[in-house]
C-alpha cells in the first residue's frame, strides 16, 4: 500500500476481537478500536489489547466516542459529560498505543440562529479543552444529516484554522454523500495540508452504507494517485465480515499497484 499503513475496524464488520487479531495479522493490518463499545460491553483494555497486538504485530488507531456524545451540545451538562468521556477516550488511546484518535464535530438539534451560534461556541469550547491530546487527533468530516454542525471543507477548514492541534481524517463515503463524486477531491483540495487519517468504505452517493470499496460510486480511479502518496494512516470501515475486508484490502492492492 505505498507509505499508507492500512488498518479496519472490527466493528463494521462485525467481528469481536478474537476473530479481528488474527485477520489483520495475516493481512498485515491495524485495527482501528472503537471506544464507545468499551464503554458499553466489558471488553479487554487498552493494555491488554496492546499486548496482543505487539505480540501480532497489529498497531491500532482509535475512533473516539461518538454514541450519544455531542461535543457541541447546547446544553452544559450534556456537554461536560461528552468532555469528560472525550478525555477518558484519549487515555485510553494513549495507553493503547493509538497512531491516531478519530473525532466527530458535533451536532446541532435545529438549524436556528441562536442554537447555531450556541452550538458553534460550545464546540469551540471542547475543542479547546482538548488542545493538547496525547495522541495525534484527527477531526472528521461528517454532513450526512442536517443535524451535523459542521458541514462542507470550507467551514471545516476555518476551524481546523482556529485549532492547529488537530488534524484532518478524509470520511471518502461520507464526501460522496454529502456532494457526489467530487466530494473526496475538494476536501482534499481544502484541507489535503492537514490529513493524517483516512476512512474507506463506499457507497451509492445516497446514504453512509460502508460498502467494500469498490462496490459503490466512490472514484476509486481518481483517488488512486492521492492514495498512492499517502503517508499516514488509514481505516477500512466496511461490512461484509472478513471478506468484506479481504475484498477492500485485494481491490485496494490492485488499483495501487505501480
Not at 493509538?98 to 442554537?115: D, E, F, N, S
Not at 467551514?155 to 478524509?170: A, D, K
Request: aromatic share 6%; net charge negative.
Amino acid at each position: 500500500m505505498g507509505g499508507m499503513r492500512l488498518g479496519f475496524t472490527p466493528f463494521n464488520a462485525e467481528l469481536d476481537y478474537e476473530a479481528a487479531f488474527p485477520l489483520a495479522a495475516e493481512l498485515g493490518l491495524d485495527l482501528e478500536v472503537a471506544y464507545d463499545l468499551h464503554e458499553a460491553f466489558p471488553l479487554p483494555g487498552a493494555r491488554e489489547l496492546r499486548a496482543t497486538g505487539e505480540a501480532l504485530g497489529v498497531g491500532f488507531t482509535l475512533h473516539l466516542p461518538f454514541v450519544e456524545l455531542n461535543p457541541a451540545s447546547l446544553i452544559p451538562s450534556v456537554r461536560k459529560l461528552s468532555q469528560e468521556r472525550l478525555l477518558r477516550a484519549l487515555e485510553f488511546g494513549e495507553a493503547l498505543g493509538a497512531k491516531v484518535g478519530v473525532l466527530h464535530t458535533g451536532l446541532i438539534p435545529v438549524r436556528h440562529p441562536v442554537a447555531e451560534r450556541l452550538a458553534w461556541e460550545a464546540l469551540e469550547e471542547t475543542l479547546a479543552l482538548l488542545r493538547d491530546p496525547p495522541l495525534p487527533v484527527a477531526l472528521e468530516n461528517l454532513a450526512l444529516w442536517e443535524r451535523d454542525l459542521v458541514r462542507g471543507p470550507e467551514e471545516l477548514r476555518r476551524l481546523l484554522e482556529r485549532h492547529p492541534h488537530f488534524g484532518f481524517c478524509l470520511d471518502v463515503g461520507h464526501a460522496l454523500v454529502e456532494l457526489g463524486p467530487k466530494g473526496p477531491f475538494r476536501y482534499l483540495e481544502a484541507l489535503g495540508d492537514r490529513l493524517i487519517h483516512l476512512h474507506l468504505h463506499d457507497n451509492h452517493g445516497r446514504r453512509d452504507d460502508h460498502l467494500p470499496v469498490g462496490s459503490g460510486r466512490v472514484p476509486w480511479e481518481g483517488l488512486a494517485p492521492f492514495l498512492r502518496g499517502f503517508s499516514g494512516t488509514a481505516a477500512l470501515e466496511v461490512v461484509g465480515g472478513p471478506e468484506g475486508v479481504r475484498r477492500s484490502v485485494e481491490r485496494l492492492a490492485a488499483l495501487l499497484a505501480p
